[in-house]
Structures are given as C-alpha cells and as structure tokens.
C-alpha cells in the first residue's frame, strides 16, 4: 500500500519530456518531487506561475511565492509569472499536456467530483472545472477509499460534478487503474496489495484481466 508520495512517485513515471502539466491542490502538488533529473518538464499552476520546481526546505520559503494552493514553492530558471487571466487562457486553450488532480469520488465512466462537499466548508472550485472541460489527458491522484472504508471509485457520483467522462487513469494507494468504456481496468498493484483487497475497495465495475504486475517505484 502506498502513502501520499507513493503516489505522487507513481504518477510522475507518466510525466514525459517537455510536457507541461497542471498540478491540482493536494496529492497531486507532490508530483513536482519525484520528476526524472534527465527530462524538462514545464508545471503550470493557474494562479499566474510556469516553471515551478519541488517544495523548498524549512527555512527556505519565500512567502511570495506560492501555488494555487497558496503553498510556498520554488521555480525553476526560466520561471514566469503573470496573471490568472494569462494563465486560464494557456489552460482553455489547450496548451497543458497533462492534468493531475486530486478527487473526492470518480465514476467508472470517468466522471469527477472534487469541489464540493454539500453542508461543508470548501475552499472552492478553484480552476477545476476549466481544467477538466480543457484537458486532454487527466490523470487522478486520490486515496481508494474513505475516512470510513467506504470506496471513493463508484458506479455512480454521489457528490456534485466537476467534469464528466474526462478522466483518463487513475492513481491510488491500492492500485493503478485506467477508465475504459466497461469501468475501472485494473493496470498495476501498489506493493502488498491483492486484487481481492482491490476489488473489495473499488464498488465499481472493475475489470481484471490476466496477471496484474506490482507496481515499479
């Protein structure tokens, strides 16, 4: 079973070389750290930054710079800021390769809820709903299940949407699993992990085929 940077380390083997890539708040955030030395990778962050590098060390903050997430970050050379405008425009106009994003629940058809919790406090939409409308490639970062146990990959949404069918792959502490038209295709398996432990977590459709590796950190 992985942690957060498990998965975080697992979703930056599908960061590739000279992709721009949007990093959501949470999980996702943590990618920047795991990202190969031998490739150029530009992260984006709709709050007006291009060329973020990983968190700085304690006592190395610069409060001024900061990600959507209002977390302190560093930047790479070359880094470029502006303002939400300019950076909602690079997202609506297609120019992020990659999308990764946090959520609360996703669909086996690859709908996503990640902004609103009803009767509780939130922080807000934030650009979620632009970034799945705009994305080609979404990529969820997410834990398979609940405070409570209860699984977090559903037949159906029970919370309201951010984007619908715009999912891509999916990234959990169990297991790696892509959206196909038939539910949840279960890709690879977090160290430790059964296919049972995986198919008791997941209430969706969950698609087995064959041998399913472990996956490779």
Same mark, same amino acid.
């Given at each position: 079973m992985l942690d957060k940077n498990g998965i975080a380390k697992r979703i930056a083997k599908e960061v590739k070389d000279g992709y721009y890539v949007n990093l959501g708040i949470g999980i996702p955030t943590l990618v920047a750290n795991f990202v190969r030395d031998d490739i150029e990778v530009e992260f984006q962050s709709e709050n007006g930054v291009l060329g973020m590098g990983p968190f700085p060390f304690e006592g190395d903050e610069d409060?001024?710079?900061?990600?959507?997430?209002?977390?302190?970050?560093?930047? !790479?050379?070359?880094?470029?800021?502006?303002?939400?405008a300019t950076s909602f425009g690079m997202i609506?106009?297609?120019?992020?390769?990659?999308?990764? !994003?946090?959520?609360?629940?996703?669909?086996?058809?690859?709908?996503?809820?990640?902004?609103?919790?009803?009767?509780?406090?939130? @922080?807000?939409?934030?650009?979620?709903?632009? !970034?799945?409308?705009?994305?080609?490639?979404?990529?969820?970062?997410?834990?398979?299940?609940?405070?409570?146990?209860?699984? @977090?990959? !559903?037949? @159906?949404c029970s919370l309201p949407l951010t984007g619908v069918g715009c999912v891509k792959k999916i990234v959990t502490n169990l297991a790696v699993l892509e959206i196909t038209p038939d539910g949840f295709q279960l890709l690879e398996r977090a160290p430790g992990v059964t296919i049972d432990e995986i198919r008791i977590a997941t209430e969706g459709m969950l698609l087995v085929d064959g041998d399913i590796p472990e996956m490779q950190l």
């Open positions: 409060a001024d710079i900061i990600n959507a997430g209002k977390q302190t970050i560093t930047t !790479l050379p070359g880094a470029s800021f502006f303002d939400s609506r106009g297609q120019h992020v390769d990659l999308t990764i !994003l946090g959520a609360m629940e996703v669909s086996e058809n690859g709908d996503i809820a990640n902004w609103k919790i009803p009767g509780k406090m939130v @922080k807000g939409m934030g650009g979620a709903m632009d !970034l799945v409308a705009s994305a080609e490639n979404i990529i969820v970062a997410m834990m398979h299940t609940n405070r409570a146990g209860a699984s @977090k990959l !559903l037949k @159906k």
